[in-house]
């Protein structure tokens, strides 16, 4: 029988030589590769939310440069409108100043 010291110091060297552990964990592996699994769907989760944060921003974008033109253009039909008005305005002034004389008892 070998003494208690020797034993412990044969046990110490086997335990620091091994390089995996002797303890085996029931159902170990199958955790690890669900969690493997879970990660990579959160990353594959992560790179679809910004591919669709840049889809919004480019569709945004197009939208707002669609909006700027279409506010433009009315702009000059608001201009085009105003320029007829006043048009429509100095027409009617003076058809009313060449009725006037011919309706008019002197």
Partial sequence: MMPYNSLSASFRRRQRSSKRPSLRVHRLNRMRRLTKIAKY???KDMVDVGDVKVEMEIKNLK?????KSIME???KLRMKALLLLQENQALLS???AACTPLTSPN
Wanted: proline share 0%; no cysteine.
């Fill in 94 to 96: 003076q058809l009313q």
């Fill in 73 to 75: 253009e009315n702009k």
């Fill in 41 to 43: 769907k959160e990353e």
């Fill in 63 to 67: 939208l707002y440069m669609e909006n």
